[in-house]
């Protein structure tokens, strides 16, 4: 289980934060929380001189919904930006009377950022986050505002299945979080090189293997990576783990009740080793951020690439190239057909703060970014999967439908700094930069994550 609130692990990482981050909320508009909302007295009089001259404009104006809404999110570039913009521009059509105060920040930047905000009693009113153990992590320290009775009012079960409810929005038996975008990790692949080769997508390990021979015998790296922010290589862990010691074994280890230095935990790190022993992976991946992992998969200098949903909407939107003609998918391999196939990805969504002093118009933004036209817009520009069911499927491109048959029915977890503890997730992440410098260390380096997972939850 998760550290207790005001537990040593809170005053750890809050004074961390707060020692690191200091300057730099100065630097990302905290301050704009300050200017001050219109004074209750002031409303009354404005109402009272609408009862005078009662227009029907001016009427439309007394009842539309006034004030401010503080929002920060991590979608800072790219289509992303262009994504949440629209929505937030949606919002802003539908309610002009609402000053919204936007602050986009770079990812790894926000991470430590909004936990400094959190902690200062200043926060934004509602702040993208990335669902499973992060939101976990300040649900539990009573940072977030329960969502339940707005989720419930709001009729967002017609809108979300009850397993993306389950997985992205509750924790704790409430509901923290509203999903706006859904990535499934896949293999995606060159489909010029695989048809120069005459390489079909591979269903199990045997044939990924073979794969990966052929290309390498033809001199194209099997597999590119770009772990320069350790993140992207969790998604093999994850997927080597899941499909030789099952999801259930997986989820254990993720919650404290399984071991880091268990034999199931080894045998998944020993057929990694064995692929990069092979030479199968790009060399130094950690030169490279995940988007430099993706150009050299279209310039055909490696064939494949294990990357989040979001890979596709670069390929389209930053590089140019179309789905199926130019790049494909395939679902991991499976290793062993005796262990039930899972689906491992990510879900961001919005949540709100416990202090949050412009709840109204929060409830007004949850509206509207759960909405079916805010959700399909958002996943026409982003690439995304739309958490709302009721987005019509005919807004996505072929890549899209394939991605939703493969996750249809399989059980979903959340990759690995989704699903654990962030202490112990920042130590099992610096791990795998390690291991791929130097893999035949692995029982060593993941001696020390069990470690870490130990003083956390144990």
């Excluded at 991991?332 to 990510?346: A, Q, S």
Aim: charged share 25%.
């Amino acid at each position: 289980m998760f550290l207790e609130k005001g537990g040593k692990m809170k005053k750890i990482v809050i004074g961390f934060l707060v020692v690191v981050f200091t300057v730099s909320m100065v630097f990302i508009g905290v301050g704009c929380k300050g200017e001050a909302a219109p004074a209750e007295e002031e409303v009354a009089e404005e109402e009272v001189a609408e009862e005078e001259a009662p227009a029907e404009e001016e009427v439309a104006e007394e009842v539309a919904p006034a004030g401010k809404l503080v929002f920060y999110h991590y979608w800072s570039a790219g289509s992303w930006l262009e994504g949440i913009d629209t929505l937030l521009d949606i919002f802003e059509s539908e309610y002009p009377g609402v000053k919204l105060y936007r602050n986009a920040l770079e990812h790894e930047a926000f991470k430590t950022s909004i936990g400094v905000s959190l902690a200062g009693g200043n926060p934004p009113d509602a702040f993208s986050y990335w669902c499973g153990a992060k939101t976990q992590f300040f649900a539990d320290r009573d940072l977030l505002m329960d969502l339940t009775s707005v989720w419930d009012s709001e009729g967002f079960d017609q809108l979300f299945p009850q397993e993306t409810k389950e997985a992205a929005s509750t924790y704790n038996g409430k509901v923290y979080s509203v999903p706006v975008s859904q990535f499934p990790v896949m293999m995606w692949y060159n489909k010029h090189v695989f048809d120069k080769y005459n390489i079909e997508p591979p269903a199990t390990w045997d044939e990924f293997l073979n794969v990966c021979e052929t290309l390498k015998s033809n001199g194209v790296v099997p597999i590119t990576l770009g772990s320069k922010f350790n993140w992207p290589s969790q998604y093999w862990f994850d997927y080597l783990l899941t499909r030789t010691a099952g999801g259930e074994f997986r989820a254990g280890l993720m919650q404290g009740n399984e071991s880091y230095t268990d034999p199931k935990v080894l045998n998944a790190l020993e057929l990694w080793k064995e692929l990069l022993d092979k030479g199968y992976f790009v060399e130094d991946p950690a030169s490279y951020d995940w988007s430099d992992a993706l150009g050299q998969m279209v310039r055909e200098e490696a064939a494949m690439n294990l990357m989040g949903g979001w890979a596709s909407g670069s390929l389209i939107l930053d590089m140019d190239q179309k789905p199926v003609e130019d790049y494909d998918f395939f679902e991991f391999p499976v290793i062993d057909p005796n262990i039930e196939k899972v689906v491992v990805g990510t879900y961001d969504g919005i949540v709100v703060s416990k202090d949050a002093t412009n709840v109204e118009n929060v409830k007004l933004l949850l509206k509207v970014l759960a909405s079916t036209e805010a959700q399909g817009q958002f996943s026409q520009i982003v690439g995304c999967l739309a958490p709302n069911t009721q987005v019509s499927k005919d807004i996505y491109n072929e890549i899209d439908q394939k991605e939703i048959v493969a996750i249809e029915g399989v059980p979903w977890h959340h990759g690995y700094d989704l699903a654990t503890d962030p202490a112990v997730s920042d130590v099992g992440l610096i791990a795998f930069a390690n291991f791929l410098a130097n893999p035949a260390d692995y029982e060593n380096i993941f001696a020390e994550v069990e470690k870490a997972a130990n003083e956390v939850y144990k």
